[in-house]
Nanobody, 118 residues
Framework: QVQLAESGGGLVQPGGSLRLSCKVYGTMFRIGVAGWYRQVPGKERDLVAS???????NYADSVKGRFIISRDNARNTLYLQMNSLKPEDTAVYYC????????????WGQGTQVTVSS
């Protein structure tokens, strides 16, 4: 069984920075595609950034140049460095892990609130 636990959310002023972490409990982290999604009330959960097992990254246009996704396979941890934060970045951020081992698996964390406000 795989479990994901996010941390690092909070309140930050516009222009500030935060780093989210996602600890993955389980043995499949290194083979999976890991990602960060975000959701605001009344809207769908959207992809923010993802990173595959080879380290290739993908970003939503709205965060390119401001956010950096990374992974530490030795620590089974996914990170999201968020810089130049804007009020529209306010959302609940979720960690996700997808991998295939005889079948497809898809796991989510519980979410962490990020609020950008003065």
């Amino acid at each position: 069984q795989v479990q994901l636990a996010e941390s690092g959310g909070g309140l930050v002023q516009p222009g500030g920075s935060l780093r989210l972490s996602c600890k993955v409990y389980g043995t499949m982290f290194r083979i999976g595609v890991a990602g960060w999604y975000r959701q605001v009330p009344g809207k769908e959960r959207d992809l923010v950034a993802s990173i595959d097992s080879d380290g290739a990254t993908n970003y939503a246009d709205s965060v390119k140049g401001r956010f950096i996704i990374s992974r530490d396979n030795a620590r089974n941890t996914l990170y999201l460095q968020m810089n130049s934060l804007k009020p529209e970045d306010t959302a609940v951020y979720y960690c996700n892990l997808k991998y295939n081992f005889r079948r497809d698996y898809d796991y989510w964390g519980q979410g962490t609130q990020v609020t950008v406000s003065s």
